[in-house]
Each structure stands twice: as structure tokens, then as C-alpha cells.
């Protein structure tokens, strides 16, 4: 079936892209506001876009009525933030801080998550998260009613039971047991489920088909 965007109400765009484009990666956006108060949400139009700088993005709706998100205010306010990526275990406290809180409330202390300092922006990571990018805002791109929050990574960390060769920077992806959003709400994805596929040169390609 053919469906027309240029056409389509964004309700039904919407539905279409978040039950398609799955798994999506899930950002779990630490921000502070001008007077430090901690704010945490899920985002999952979320992804990493290139090495160097390390930029990713993230897309912030607005909140139902049309006013921007506490996340989105705070990063124009302060253009820190820390992305926090999502392990299975940690499911339960980040639906918690998707609760449309008003300004103002620490999403992280409702959800009795635990707060560590990051190292060179000053909105703090998330204890039971296994990675964690510190941010700068690189640049804020407005899109319709979304604005795409570009951020600069300028330090990670990842759990240290997770890393297999400090120096090779070499990690063990399976044992982070990280989840991606699919679709509808509340369903996630676990990344325990892999199949590899060795890439090819040419030259293997070539005599692959040439074998027949
Ligand atoms: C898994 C998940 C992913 C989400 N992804 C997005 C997203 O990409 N963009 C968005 O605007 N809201 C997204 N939301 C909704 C926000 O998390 C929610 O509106 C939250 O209350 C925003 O909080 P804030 O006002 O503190 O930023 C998502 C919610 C969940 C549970």
C-alpha cells in the first residue's frame, strides 16, 4: 500500500514512521535548567550521525499543547546535555521520567535513579545506564514543529565490566543488553537476537559469482 505524505495528517505520518523505523536507538537526555534542576526524558528519533566531531541527533516534539519540552528549553538555556543509552534493566525508570512532569521536577530523583557527575558538562549521567555521551549543542535545526537537537560528544563512558581492550577500544556490545523503541507504546526491542553477515571485497564478490 502506497501511502502519500505530502497528503497524509501528521497523526497518521507519525503512526506510519514509529511503527517502520525500528528499532530506534533510545537517548535518554539528562539537562539541567538555569537553576540546576536535574530533567531526564527518552527520545528515540535519536541516532549518530558522524566521527568527527561525533554528532548526534535528536528530535523534540512539542508537548501536546504546543509548548517546547522541559529538555529542549533547558538544552537552549544551558546547550549541555548528557545521552544516556537504555539497558533492559533500566526500562522501568525511564517510563517513569517519559511522565509529562511541569518544569521544574527531577525526573531522576522521582524515579529514584542514581546521578553520577560526567566529567566535562554539568548535567550528571545515569548510574544505571552502561554508556553515557556528554554533550555540547553543536547547532538546534527546526523542523515543522520538532526541533532536531544536533550535539558535539566530547567524552564517553562505558561500564568498565563492558569493555574487552581499553587500548583497541574494543566493547562488549551483546553484554551492555541495551533496547530499542519499536512500535506503538511501551514495546522495546532487546539486542540479544544477532545475526552476522561477513562484508565482502569485490574481488570475493566477483569470484562468488562467478562460482554460480
Ligand atoms: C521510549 C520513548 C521515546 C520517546 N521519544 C520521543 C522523541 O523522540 N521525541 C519526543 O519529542 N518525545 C519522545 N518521547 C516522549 C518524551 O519522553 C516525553 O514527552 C517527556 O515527558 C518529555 O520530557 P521533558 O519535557 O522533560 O523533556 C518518548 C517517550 C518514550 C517513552
Not at 522501568?92 to 557527575?117: N, R
Not at 533496547?179 to 532487546?190: C, E, P
Request: proline share 8%.
Amino acid at each position: 500500500m502506497l501511502f502519500d505524505f505530502e497528503t497524509l495528517p501528521v497523526a497518521d505520518r507519525y503512526k506510519l514512521v514509529v511503527s517502520t523505523v525500528v528499532p530506534r536507538p533510545i537517548a535518554w537526555v539528562v539537562t539541567q535548567d538555569a537553576a540546576g534542576v536535574v530533567n531526564a526524558a527518552p527520545y528515540s528519533f535519536f541516532n549518530a550521525f558522524s566521527d568527527d566531531p561525533v554528532v548526534v541527533g535528536i528530535g523534540c516534539g512539542p508537548r501536546p499543547k504546543g509548548a517546547a519540552k522541559d529538555t529542549l528549553e533547558n538544552i537552549r538555556a544551558t546547550e549541555e546535555f548528557t545521552v544516556c543509552l537504555v539497558p533492559e534493566t533500566a526500562l522501568g525508570g525511564m517510563t517513569v521520567t517519559a511522565t509529562d512532569f511541569p518544569p521544574g521536577v527531577d525526573e531522576l530523583a522521582e524515579a529514584g535513579l542514581t546521578k553520577v557527575a560526567s566529567s566535562k558538562v554539568r548535567p550528571p549521567r545515569i548510574g544505571e545506564s552502561p554508556v553515557a555521551l556528554e554533550c555540547r549543542t553543536f547547532q538546534l535545526v527546526p523542523v515543522g514543529h520538532h526541533t532536531i537537537v544536533l550535539g558535539r560528544v566530547v567524552a564517553m563512558h562505558v561500564a568498565d565490566d563492558c569493555i574487552l581492550d581499553a587500548e583497541k577500544k574494543y566493547v562488549d556490545t551483546p553484554k551492555l543488553g541495551l533496547v530499542g523503541r519499536m512500535h506503538g507504546r511501551g514495546w522495546y526491542a532487546r539486542t540479544t537476537d544477532r545475526v552476522e553477515v561477513p562484508r565482502l571485497t569485490l574481488a570475493e564478490w566477483e569470484a562468488q559469482k562467478t562460482k554460480g
